[in-house]
Structures are given as structure tokens and as C-alpha cells.
């Protein structure tokens, strides 16, 4: 039963546009939620996180929204560039427990 | 998918000495990644370890002080040398093959320094 859902394994988004990535989790005792980038041959790195008494947080280019209710948290890249071209990972927190959904293949189109 | 067991699940140690958490993976995978996790904080990756050559350490991290050996491509062990309680963590190894290849986490190592 995964707790932490990624539906989408990937998207393609025009350079310039925005790119949104979703992720669904059932449990509602998760306070912390994190997004992670990785890119080919190298370990996941941290992007942006938002603690569940935030229903936003905005860094840079990178927005993360959190839905409590709807259990339902989304990642915004605005505008895209080929850099983000990467596999990005959602992931849950409950206190000392971390669970990672399986990740949205994001390219960037020239 | 590959299957991965870390050991020990927990441990309680006390300051001054030294932890040896292994990760074992049931099938050969190529890259394999040290991560320390604080409760309600990001995972940070201690460093990449290589197979049959000395491990990539990220910035803040030694190797004197996280020794880690990979001897062959399902097996490595982290150590936590001469502890202190700031090191008290989650430790959590992760592999990944290459692009294609999905993440894999283990169950995790939660070290309390006394």
C-alpha cells in the first residue's frame, strides 16, 4: 500500500512554461513533506520542503503547495529551463519516519 | 526491484565509540548513497559509495569521521566513528542503478548518542 503516490512516471513541458508535479499520500499524520530532484548517476538532492501548517512555500523558481484536506501536495517549476530536466521525488514525513512516492520523470522541451 | 536490508534497525551507543551500519541489496546495483536524515529535516547525503574505490564525500562530511567501504556492487557499510550526541540520526542508505533505474531505500538506522 503506497502511502505516498506519484501518479504521473513523467511529463514533458515547453521550455519557458510552468510545470507542475503532483503527489498524493494517505496518511494524515505526515507534518513534513519534501521534494527531491536527481539526476541521472547521482544520489537525490533536496529542492524544497513545507511543513503541514503551510499550505505554501516559495523558493526562487520553485513553489511547493500543500492541500491538507484533499491530502495532496504539488510542485510548481515556473518558468521551466532544461536544467530541470530530472526525476523528482515526493516524499512524507512523520517525525523520525520518511517515505519517498516513486517519481515524476520531468523533461524540459527545447 | 531490488530489495534492500540495513542493519541495525535501531542502536543506542555511547559518546567516543564507533557504528558500523551495513546495507545489503539482493541484486548488483551501481550506485549506492549515504544519507543522514534529522527528525522533521530534508535527508543530507553524506557521500556516494563507489565499488572498489574510496567514497565521494559531500561538503561537511570525512571520511575519518564516516568511513564507508564497498567491496563488491550489493554491499557497503557506513561507520560513525567516535560518535557524539549530535550524531544522533536516521542513517539510510539508498541505490539507484542508472537513469532508468528506480530508487530503493533502506528501512533506515536510527542512532541515539548518549
Known amino acids: 500500500d503506497q502511502q505516498v503516490k506519484q501518479n504521473s512516471p513523467s511529463l514533458s513541458v515547453q521550455e519557458g512554461r510552468i510545470s507542475i508535479l503532483n503527489c498524493d499520500y494517505t496518511?494524515?499524520?505526515?507534518?513534513?513533506f519534501l521534494w527531491y530532484k536527481k539526476y541521472p548517476a547521482e544520489g537525490p538532492t533536496f529542492l524544497i520542503s513545507?511543513?503541514?501548517?503551510?499550505d505554501k512555500n516559495e523558493d526562487g523558481r520553485f513553489t511547493v503547495f500543500l492541500n491538507k484536506s484533499a491530502k495532496h501536495l504539488s510542485l510548481h517549476i515556473v518558468p521551466s529551463q532544461p536544467g530541470d530536466s530530472a526525476v523528482y521525488f515526493c516524499?512524507?514525513?512523520?517525525?523520525?519516519?520518511?517515505?519517498f512516492g516513486k517519481g515524476t520523470r520531468l523533461h524540459i522541451l527545447p | 526491484s531490488a530489495v534492500i536490508s540495513q542493519k541495525p534497525s535501531r542502536d543506542i551507543c555511547q559518546r567516543g565509540t564507533s557504528l558500523t551500519i551495513q546495507c545489503q541489496v539482493d541484486?548488483?546495483?551501481?550506485?549506492m548513497f549515504w544519507y543522514r536524515q534529522q527528525p522533521g529535516q530534508s535527508l543530507t547525503l553524506i557521500a556516494t559509495?563507489?565499488?572498489?574505490?574510496?567514497?565521494?564525500?559531500e561538503s561537511g562530511f570525512v571520511i575519518d569521521k564516516f568511513p564507508i567501504s564497498r567491496p563488491n556492487l550489493t554491499f557497503s557499510t557506513l561507520t560513525v566513528s567516535n560518535m557524539s550526541p549530535e550524531d544522533s540520526s536516521i542513517y539510510l542508505c539508498?541505490?539507484?542503478?542508472?537513469?532508468?533505474?528506480?530508487?530503493?531505500f533502506g528501512n533506515g538506522t536510527r542512532l541515539t548518542v548518549t
Open positions: 516524499a512524507a514525513s512523520e517525525y523520525d519516519k520518511i517515505i
Open positions: 541484486s548488483q546495483v551501481t550506485m
Open positions: 539508498i541505490t539507484g542503478g542508472s537513469d532508468n533505474s528506480p530508487l530503493h
Open positions: 513545507i511543513s503541514s501548517i503551510k
Open positions: 559509495a563507489n565499488q572498489g574505490s574510496e567514497a565521494t564525500y
Open positions: 496518511n494524515s499524520m505526515f507534518d513534513y
